[in-house]
Each structure stands twice: as structure tokens, then as C-alpha cells.
């Protein structure tokens, strides 16, 4: 890796810096009017370069979206794994808390508007991902999130050994849908609180969606799915 001042070979700074710019102004548009709703032609003009400096860096659309995601995703799912390893060591040879596996599970998510350069963009953006699904991103997602869905299966079948594997499998589905929902339907909860929910505060809407989330993981098992 390049490290400033250093002798270690890397990409000259012009090109990080020409392929930041792509990155930024590309999830700044993706985020805003969808995946197909954003030409090349919008990425270049936002970014400030030309169409050749986009096809040097990433060769199609499609590899530009795949280096996005896989920027925000991979930190989001390895911040995750770290979170739930710590949750297992605390708790040593016994399950670990319900309530701390769902939170390793969410806060990198909730937290993003807040740590994250550009974290509102990358909230909205993984948003889409979820709700405006392409078939590009439909595959980056899959890759993204196997193994990391593996590993909070194999956990939450430890806490909760009662559930069948495609039970726990359907709410971990829906933990994912809350999470999107949260992170990209934020005007949902303000138009019809009227102000009165603040989705802005990661703290509070964490701990609503740690507790909603814990709930569901609980509730019984419907007959039909017995």
C-alpha cells in the first residue's frame, strides 16, 4: 500500500485522486437517481473528468458500481464480523446476548451517517441497494454478504437452537429490510410523526432497532412454518 513519504511503489496521486473523484461523485449520483437512473455522461460531468479517465479506472458501469459498494460494503461487513467476535469471546463458552449479536449486526449500518465521509450519501446509497435492486447490484450484494450472513446464522442458531434454519434464515431477511428501510425511508418516520421522530440521532434509532429486531428474532414460530 502507498503510503505518503514513503519509497513504496503505488498509483501516482493524480490518479487517486481522479479515481476518488469518480468514486465520490458516482455514489453522490447513484444515491440520488438510482443506478439506472445515472449515465456515465452524469458521473463525468459531476467528477470533472472525461469519459476515457472513467474507462482507465473501472472499464464499464457496471465495475464502477461493484467499487463502490465494494468500499462501503466491505468495511460495513468486516466492522460487523469484528463486533460479533468480540460478543462470543465476552461470553465465553456460552451464546452471547441476543441483544448484542443484533447490535453488532445494525450498528455499522446506523452508525454510518455519523462516522462515515460522506455518510449520508452512503446511507441512501446502501438504501437502494436494498429497495432499487439491479441485476449488478443484486450480485454484488450476494458476494458482499454470504459469508457474514453464515457467520450470524451460525450465531443466532446458538442463542435461539429452537428455530429452524429457514426461520432464522427469514428473519435475518427481515432484519436486512428494517435496516434498509431506515436507512433510506428516514422521511417516512418524519412525515408522519410530524417531526415529532428524529431518525437524525443514531443512538436513539439504534437502541428502537436493536430492541424491534430482538423482538422479532423471539416471537414464535407460526404452525405453518413449524
Not at 466491505?74 to 462470543?88: F, G, K, T, V
Request: hydrophobic residues 45%; glycine residues 6%.
Amino acid at each position: 500500500m502507498y503510503v505518503k513519504g514513503s519509497t513504496a511503489s503505488g498509483p501516482p496521486s493524480s490518479q487517486r485522486s481522479t479515481k476518488e473523484k469518480i468514486l465520490n461523485a458516482a455514489e453522490q449520483l447513484f444515491s440520488k437517481h438510482g443506478f439506472d437512473g445515472t449515465s456515465l455522461r452524469m458521473i463525468t460531468s459531476r467528477a470533472g473528468v472525461n469519459l476515457a479517465a472513467v474507462n482507465y479506472h473501472f472499464r464499464s458501469k457496471s465495475a464502477l458500481i461493484e467499487a463502490i459498494f465494494a468500499r462501503r460494503l466491505a468495511a460495513i461487513n468486516s466492522e460487523r464480523l469484528r463486533l460479533l467476535e468480540e460478543c462470543e469471546l465476552a461470553a465465553g463458552e456460552a451464546p452471547p446476548p441476543l441483544e448484542a449479536v443484533v447490535r453488532a449486526f445494525a450498528s455499522p449500518l446506523i452508525y454510518l451517517k455519523k462516522d462515515a465521509v460522506g455518510g449520508r450519501t452512503a446511507c441512501q446509497l446502501v438504501g437502494r441497494m436494498y429497495v432499487e435492486p439491479t441485476d449488478v447490484v443484486r450480485r454484488i450484494a450476494s458476494a458482499q454478504m454470504k459469508g457474514v450472513a453464515k457467520r450470524f446464522l451460525s450465531t443466532f442458531s446458538r442463542i435461539l437452537p429452537h428455530l429452524p434454519q429457514t426461520e432464522l434464515m427469514w428473519r435475518l431477511n427481515f432484519c436486512v429490510g428494517v435496516l434498509a428501510h431506515t436507512l433510506a425511508g428516514t422521511f417516512v418516520v418524519r412525515t408522519l410523526s410530524e417531526g415529532a421522530c428524529d431518525p437524525a440521532n443514531p443512538e436513539e434509532t439504534l437502541e428502537r432497532v436493536v430492541s424491534f429486531l430482538s423482538a422479532g428474532m423471539r416471537a414464535p414460530v407460526l404452525r405453518a412454518a413449524v
